[in-house]
């Protein structure tokens, strides 16, 4: 069965400083993996996904992931971040079943001044 | 430029009343899903219509129906709302492999059961 898991609730960051969101994931097949961010009282919207073509995958607003087939990990980067970066981000894997997509239970991303 | 939207935005039930959540897309997609989203549990399908004229259960279908009244509309029914039902609840299409494009959300709905 597909899983994935957030290893982090939350972290707190100081604009300008890297971002590390971290995420595993379980995969009996060779996954689809998408991260999506959700600013407060919004709905979500689509970061990045990895598909099988290059494994460091550049995704909007200066993020970008890479997937790491031996660790089994795709953490979510970005060298600088931005007080408009302060959302919840969802790491999400492919269950290869009917097109669904398994969500991770969140990571809330704070960016302090 | 629509994408899926979603109505009601804002709902107060009283337990045992029933309501419907309403959702379309205009980007021709052939799947739909309803998702609840609960703090700290990230999101939970509910049911799915990988095409016109099919529903499948997701992870939590228990006291929730599902109708996808054509390839536009998905809709989810309450027929007696709990106050466990309290959550806020998003609709999202995606192309046939929404595991390859992944999917397209509605802003949600914020549901509450007292």
């Known amino acids: 069965a597909q899983s994935v898991t957030q290893l982090d609730s939350h972290v707190s960051v100081s604009e300008g400083t890297p971002v590390l969101l971290r995420c595993n994931y379980s995969?009996?097949?060779?996954?689809?993996l998408f991260w999506y961010v959700q600013h407060p009282n919004k709905g979500l919207q689509l970061l990045l996904k990895y598909t099988s073509a290059a494994t460091l995958v550049k995704g909007i607003n200066g993020f970008e992931a890479e997937f790491k087939k031996s660790e089994t990990s795709f953490h979510l980067t970005k060298p600088s971040a931005h007080m408009s970066d302060a959302a919840e981000y969802f790491c999400?894997?492919?269950?290869?079943?009917?097109?669904?997509?398994?969500f991770g239970q969140g990571t809330e991303l704070s960016v302090k001044p | 430029n629509a994408g899926v939207t979603q109505t009601p935005k804002f709902q107060v039930l009283k337990t045992g009343q029933s309501m419907t959540l309403q959702c379309a897309q205009d980007?021709?997609?052939?799947?739909m899903y309803w998702y609840r989203q609960d703090p700290g549990m990230g999101l939970r399908l509910i049911y799915y219509s990988a095409s016109e004229g099919t529903t499948d259960k997701g992870e939590v279908p228990n006291g929730y129906n599902v109708s996808r009244l054509n390839k536009r509309e998905f809709s989810l029914r309450l027929e007696s709302a709990a106050p466990s039902q309290t959550s806020v609840y998003f609709c999202?299409?995606?192309?046939?492999?929404?595991?390859?494009?992944?999917?397209?959300f509605g802003s949600g709905t914020r549901l509450t059961v007292v």
């Open positions: 999400v894997v492919s269950a290869h079943q009917g097109g669904k997509l398994i």
């Open positions: 980007m021709n997609h052939n799947s």
């Open positions: 999202a299409s995606s192309e046939q492999s929404g595991e390859l494009y992944g999917y397209t």
């Open positions: 995969s009996s097949y060779s996954p689809s």
